[in-house]
């Protein structure tokens, strides 16, 4: 795999674990707001071999419960399933970050037991999807398969939308509710600005501008919770 980044323990990444945090690197979306542009082109560099990553999480077995990988992509990966079958072997639990752009990847880790957690982004509102991902246009089936996926049980999930002011307004959640609806959890993650940003300039939504939101999808799902702001 090609790993980019290395964070040894995190309570946040994998909810209700003590975890580490893998990210790789190479992505298919261009989200504006990405936070880890470094790591999304073709040519980033690898700061770790899976053998590295594998000895560490050996050694801190004791400590931690499981591990998140994220991205970048990380189903863009061939050889994901094989590195994370090493990692079930040393007794971790896996929480896979994904945009759900390869259902079929994510489809096939399910079913061989893989997977003990999955984050879907749900990057907007179908009528804007591909200029929220950064693309200029794009097929939403994948999205919408890996979504009736998710709510078909097979693996516990959450859906989440990072939320830009400039970039969402209300149509946005207007449209996810019925799109995830029957999703256990949907978070709303307010955008903060750091060093990493592919496009610097964005800023988050108020907390009363975010509960708006959070109204809006809760018919839909069995919880709707807000991330990234003071309550």
Same mark, same amino acid.
């Given at each position: ?43 980033? /560099? ?5 053998? /590295? ?11 931690? /419960? ?145 509960? /708006? ?19």
């Amino acid at each position: 795999m090609k790993i980019c980044g290395l964070q040894k323990t995190t309570l946040l990444d994998f909810p209700g674990h003590v975890a580490a945090t893998v990210f790789t690197g190479g992505c298919n979306f261009r989200c504006p707001f990405c936070q880890n542009a470094e790591i999304i082109t073709a040519d980033a /560099e690898s700061d770790y071999t899976d053998q /590295e990553v594998l000895s560490f999480l050996k050694k801190r077995a004791g400590i931690l /419960e499981g591990i998140c990988i994220t991205g970048g992509e990380p189903t863009l990966q061939a050889d994901l399933a094989d590195f994370v079958r090493k990692v079930k072997d040393i007794g971790l639990l896996v929480k896979l970050d994904t945009n759900g752009y390869r259902p079929d990847i994510l489809k096939q880790m399910a079913a061989g037991g893989l997977l003990d957690y999955v984050a879907m982004d749900i990057k907007a509102g179908p009528d804007h999807y591909s200029a929220v991902s950064g693309l200029s246009r794009m097929d939403l089936t994948p999205i919408k398969e890996s979504i009736d996926f998710l709510l078909s049980g097979k693996v516990p999930f959450e859906f989440r939308t990072t939320v830009v002011k400039g970039l969402h307004t209300k149509t946005d959640f207007q449209q996810i509710g019925p799109w995830i609806e029957g999703c256990p959890q949907y978070f709303l993650q307010n955008f903060k600005e750091s060093e990493y940003v592919l496009q610097p300039g964005f800023t988050g939504f108020s907390l009363s501008e975010l509960q /708006e939101f959070a109204d809006v999808v809760k018919p839909f799902a069995g919880s709707v919770s807000i991330r990234g702001v003071d309550l």
